[in-house]
């Protein structure tokens, strides 16, 4: 073929979700495994109960599973760094809504090496004072920087437009709740935490019979420390009338705007082709927020919208940084575009492409094993049905022009924005 012709597009095949093996270990916990790829790694994900809305904020959990891969009783801080690198693990931890999790990416040859050290990390850490207290001082400068940010302002502000003040997903962490973290209540918190019936594992990557009963074994024997926290969810409690916030930031010479308004619950169901609408509102880059507010009128270096849906309910979201001078100019534009989605909705070339974007981003998922397990732990975190990628694909492939019309005069309405703006005037 010739270099100067472009290679044929063609139509997408039918996309299937690989399936998950599960079982339940003797001690409660519920081990799931995806096997797939053509490379010898894998990567294993602990998730325990117990996240931000529990715990009252996303940065002491994170702090606490940090702390445990500091030291242990069996290997001391510089043992243990030692064989961490030594056997080319990555470790990452984080704090969802209802869950806090630990990972290892492995190459598979080290597995059995590396499980009696995560053994050792979850069953027996010892906290070291010095390194406990290095690493709270390393959260209070994180806070302390983000407080300054524009971006996260507005941000909080509009989460707690959308989810009410007293919600406990509307705390953020501040430099008081590390104060209050000392390495006594990170004991006491890993002791709550540690319940395997409390617990999901998730195992990715190029697997075989004796990598899974390794990983399985040293699962098997994670003990029960504690009670272990119960799940509590509190539906979503948005303002009842729209709103608008105005967070002052005199240091910053941009204003941060986060808007949108409640929406319905992922269980409806319009909600899928409601995330579509969305996403031709501001959900990739040839979006009509993009096109308009930052191709054409050069008001923002970007702008995104997002159907943000949990366990407590559904919002809208659409976010953007400008010039101080440029605010409510990309607010009044913002409000033109959801009249525009109603009135004249995407159809042609401009429904293909966003048909295509929604498609590619589904066929995403299916690129390797850890992103199909990052599919199937998503679903435990918000819960979605489990006929979730297929009714996706469904939805995308009859998506119209008069849907996303109806989307968006039911859903969308400019009048039912609530705006959140960090740093404006």
Excluded: W
Excluded at 254 to 272: E, L, N, W
Excluded at 394 to 401: E, G, V
Aim: hydrophobic fraction near 40%; include cysteine; proline fraction near 6%.
């Amino acid at each position: 073929m010739n270099r100067s012709t472009a290679p044929g597009v063609k139509p997408f095949a039918q996309l299937r979700l690989p399936g998950e093996t599960v079982e339940v270990l003797p001690n409660g916990l519920t081990f799931h495994r995806v096997s797939g790829g053509d490379q010898p790694v894998c990567r294993l994900t602990l998730m325990l109960a117990g996240g931000a809305s529990e715990i009252g904020n996303d940065v002491t959990p994170r702090l606490m599973m940090k702390a445990m891969s500091d030291a242990t009783a069996k290997y001391p801080a510089d043992t243990l760094a030692d064989a961490i690198d030594f056997n080319g693990v990555r470790t990452g931890s984080a704090c969802h809504g209802h869950y806090t999790s630990f990972s290892l990416a492995m190459l598979n040859h080290r597995v059995e090496d590396i499980m009696p050290l995560f053994a050792s990390m979850l069953a027996e850490p010892v906290f070291p004072a010095d390194r406990f207290e290095s690493a709270r001082l390393s959260a209070k400068a994180q806070i302390e920087t983000s407080r300054r940010e524009v971006s996260v302002l507005a941000s909080e502000a509009f989460d707690t437009l959308m989810s009410g003040e007293r919600h406990p997903l509307a705390h953020s962490a501040t430099v008081v709740d590390i104060d209050q973290f000392t390495r006594d209540k990170a004991i006491e918190l890993h002791r709550r935490i540690l319940s395997p019936r409390h617990a999901h594992a998730f195992l990715s990557g190029l697997l075989d019979d004796r990598l899974v009963g390794q990983v399985r074994e040293m699962l098997s024997a994670i003990p029960t420390l504690g009670s272990g926290i119960d799940i509590d969810i509190q539906p979503l409690s948005p303002v009842a009338v729209p709103t608008r916030v105005d967070v002052p930031n005199d240091e910053s010479f941009q204003s941060a705007i986060a808007a949108g308004m409640p929406a319905i619950q992922r269980s409806h169901p319009d909600y899928i082709p409601l995330r579509l609408a969305v996403m031709a509102l501001g959900g990739y880059f040839g979006s009509r927020l993009m096109t308009n507010i930052r191709e054409e009128k050069g008001l923002t270096y970007g702008i995104s919208a997002a159907l943000i849906g949990s366990q407590e309910g559904s919002y809208v979201k659409i976010a953007a940084q400008c010039d101080k001078a440029f605010t409510e100019q990309v607010i009044n534009e913002t409000r033109k575009e959801l009249t525009r989605l109603a009135t004249d909705p995407p159809h042609g070339k401009e429904l293909e492409r966003l048909r295509l974007t929604a498609t590619t981003n589904l066929a995403e998922i299916l690129d390797t094993p850890a992103s199909v397990m990052g599919y199937y732990s998503t679903r435990l975190l918000v819960d979605t049905p489990a006929d979730y990628f297929a009714a996706q694909q469904k939805a995308i492939s009859t998506l119209s022009s008069d849907t996303l019309a109806r989307m968006a005069h039911t859903y969308l309405r400019p009048e039912c924005l609530s705006i959140a703006v960090a740093g404006g005037k």
